[in-house]
């Protein structure tokens, strides 16, 4: 029952070395053969053995996670007794409250702390500038910091937090935690879009008599736009998949998605876990698409 | 992933590059003499909101952390009492025993160490593997290097439990090892719930985390240079030493700051894959809040390990301006 995946597995695996090997020589003979003829400069930007380690390395990140999304496709009842294709599983998974609940409560946060952390942002962007350069740069600090704290730090000081000021564990504190964390990375690409437009539409627009209300409507805010959608995809993917701080806020009834996978990975590997794993790594490659695409349509519009 | 840290390039030009990796490159604070008045912006209050949100969520939760490890801990169960002490940090060195005596108790102490070692080999094979990766990418075609950055970004973006669960499978007594070497006759291997596991955990998922701010500052890389110094008699590893190993370090130092932090206040990867087996400092501190239940010591190890990170960020930052490198926090 097991050999056709072991067949499978090894020959990835053993495909590493295979393909490593393949490389040098290619290298090698490219200037005899030059099938596409590459131009003189780009032969100089090959580096002997850097091929082979780039190549495992690619191969290294990516073995895992397919090993995982072919078990999730297991007809068996163990997570890695192979016994035929099936997408029981799926079904299985998709009819299970608990996961379904779980789900709908990381929506709720992801989408609570994005909206208030981008447009929290999107204020102070526009106005960290009016304070002097030391308190801008405070401030800016405060705001980052959850970037440099280790998340288990600032997961049991979070607890501690909302203990000492009464607020018990659930909904609001998982949502105000997020709203914080989600900032910095909400408010970085707003700020760089904004650097980047530098000054002139600004001093355009008040030539033109607008004010500050018209300005932000139909000059600052259209403008922000490509910041503020990827500010808002961060914050939501950071929030979505956050699992050491909501974990220590979590409260039954507000088991957000992560702390519940948690909870059935300690359990064991299992073909549900395989499936959940599988969504979110499509979850994973539709984000890289969407900001991949977008960064594309900006480069395109800018050149 | 907690912590982003980006190396400063020029704030004036943001190249559009950068955005490939989802990971913006541009400083945060710039330190500007003057800033330019732009009109349109909003007045100052603006800044109010975000700063409440940090301050209730952020920077109450650290100040709260230190003062609890200065605080007694109740007779039984988590929490703590306003009782002023040093107790949680006495604990920390030195052991008391029923009749009052203390002695140097190395315990904590060594899980630090681990924690450290841990860290710093995840940081070194990470580099080992990322610079070369990010260089290759980085000389390819245009095209192919999109490609290369999205497949890079893929797990960049993938949960963390995920990337940790795929090792369960893969080291698990049925998993593929396992049955791999049993095809070949081999005896079964304890793989998972080793410190090895945990070790290689940590190596996975932070990979990443080093690739994308090396290729980030070799992707806008000019070959000329390279083609100058071939002309002028350099050998390839001349050119790497001299010429791509200097333009990558403010790539290689965020990097290693990406990978070293989060890494040694690790805890899903010991957890998960140590199984019981593999304390780091990590879950020592969320054990202290969850099953043991001493708060007061929990919150002095926090403190401890803030301290630790703050010096190493310190030191990072006294070099980079001794060498006049530019490192900056940022996303």
Known sequence: MTAPTTSSG??????????????????????????????????????PGIAPIAIF??????????????????????????????????????????LLSSVWVSLQIAVVATIVATVFSILFALSVERLRAKGSAIATAILTAPLVIPEIVLAVATLGFIRMIGLPPGMTALMLAHTSFCIPFALMPIRARLRSLGTTYFEAATDLGANTWQMFRRITLPLLVPGIISGAILAFVISLDDFIISNFLSASGATPLPVFLFSLI?????????????????????????????????????? | MSLHLGTGTAPEA??????????????????????????????????????IVAALFTIGPLVIIVIFSFMSRPPTGGGIIYEFTLEPYVNFLFQSDFLGNTAFDPRYLSVFGD??????????????????????????????QNLLVMLITVPFWTNLLVRTYAWMLILNDNGIVNTGAAAFGL?????????????????????????LPIYASLAGFDFRLAEAAYDLGARKSTVIRRIILPLATPGIISGILLV??????????????????VLLIGNLIASQFGDSRNWPFGA??????????????????????????KVEISL
Not at chain 2, 116 to 141: E, G, H, K, S, Y
Not at chain 2, 260 to 277: C, D, E, I, R, T
């Open chain 2, 115 to 144: 924690s450290l070692w841990q860290a710093a080999v995840t940081t070194i094979v990470c580099l080992i593997l990322a610079f070369p990766i990010a260089l290759w990418i980085a000389t390819r075609p245009e095209k192919k």
């Open chain 1, 57 to 98: 390395g690619v191969v290294f990140l990516y073995v895992p996670i397919l090993i995982t999304t072919i078990y999730a496709f297991n007809d068996g009842d163990s997570a890695l007794i192979w016994k035929g294709f099936s997408v029981r599983w799926f079904g299985e998974v998709a009819q299970n409250a608990n």
């Open chain 2, 14 to 51: 943001p190249t559009v590059r950068d955005d490939r990796t989802g990971v913006n490159l541009v400083p945060l604070a710039t330190k500007r003499k003057k800033q330019p008045k732009v009109p349109g912006r909003f007045p100052w209050i603006a800044v109010i909101p975000a700063l």
């Open chain 2, 300 to 325: 002095a190890l926090s403190v401890i390990t803030l301290v630790l990170l703050m010096v190493a960020l310190i030191a990072i930052a006294l070099y980079s301006r001794k060498s006049g490198k």
């Open chain 2, 187 to 211: 005896p079964q291997m304890d793989l998972l719930y080793t410190p090895m596991a945990s070790q290689l955990g940590l190596i996975y998922t932070f990979l990443p985390f080093m690739v």
């Open chain 1, 10 to 47: 090894s020959a990835e695996t053993t495909g590493v070395p295979g393909a490593a090997a393949a490389v040098p020589s290619t290298a090698a003979a490219q200037p005899v053969t030059q099938p596409r003829k590459p131009p003189r400069a780009l032969r100089l930007r090959d580096f």
């Open chain 1, 266 to 303: 300690r359990r064991g590997a299992s073909p549900a876990v395989n499936v959940i794993a599988t969504m979110l790594l499509v979850l994973a490659i539709v984000v890289t698409l969407i900001t991949f695409w977008q960064s594309q349509r900006r480069s395109k519009q800018h050149a």
């Open chain 2, 260 to 277: 070293f932090m989060p890494a040694f206040g690790s805890y899903v990867q010991p957890v998960l894959l140590g199984g019981g087996k």
